[in-house]
């Protein structure tokens, strides 16, 4: 489990294709304090750690991961948003992640309101009950509050710190990013649909 509040900003050194799946090594300031089998949030997507080396770190992501997320799309250079995996005496900064990414979104819109920023994104329609004015969104792995919902588009803002500290300074329209919908909203969705259908 994660809390969306990003850890460390990471840069894609090599990439590796094996059959179906990539392993990508990746180098940050965590990586040496990281440990073989420990998971870890890579742009909300929860990889495990398999091998570290001079300041990097290895993971790899199998074709479902390289399917439902934009990982496919990395490229030596790209930076990665890391969260190393939440401690349960610790405070919950963000909002409950689990590191399994729904979908992906396009950002359709930057805007740099003198002192912060403003994207707009549009994600498949439908996951469009999942998005809720003032609800919270994983989006490449940072937790995030959604306003100006309409139908399958929402708004994020983003504060300085955030986009100084996260990818969100590399993103820009047709950028594609990973999204994890609420995870209670997902089960009361679910709960809600399965007494419908009795």
Same mark, same amino acid.
């Given at each position: 489990m994660f809390t969306g509040i990003i850890e460390s900003l990471g840069k894609v050194h090599s990439i590796e294709t094996l059959g179906s799946n990539k392993i990508f090594w990746i180098e940050s300031s965590i990586s040496p304090e990281l440990k073989v089998d420990q998971s870890i949030s890579h742009n909300g997507a929860c990889l495990t750690v398999e091998e570290i080396i001079e300041g990097r770190h290895r993971v790899t992501a199998i074709e479902e991961t390289l399917e439902k997320t934009n990982l496919d799309t990395w490229q030596p250079g790209h930076l990665v948003n890391l969260e190393r995996c939440m401690v349960l005496n610790g405070r919950l900064d963000g909002h409950i992640v689990q590191g399994h990414v729904d979908t992906t979104a396009v950002c359709i819109n930057r805007q740099d309101q003198n002192g912060s920023w403003e994207f707009r994104f549009e994600s498949p329609k439908k996951y469009s009950h999942l998005?809720?004015?003032?609800? %919270?969104? %994983?989006? =490449?792995?940072? %937790?995030?509050?959604?306003?100006?919902v309409k139908k399958s588009k929402f708004d994020v803002a983003i504060i300085p710190y955030t986009f100084e500290h996260t990818n969100m300074q590399s993103i820009v329209p047709g950028s594609i990013v990973n999204l994890e919908f609420d995870m209670i909203g997902k089960?009361?969705?679910? =709960?809600?649909?399965?007494?419908?259908?009795?």
């Open positions: 998005i809720i004015e003032k609800g %919270s969104i %994983s989006l =490449n792995g940072i %937790s995030l509050t959604i306003f100006n089960y009361v969705h679910r =709960n809600l649909d399965t007494h419908a259908r009795r």
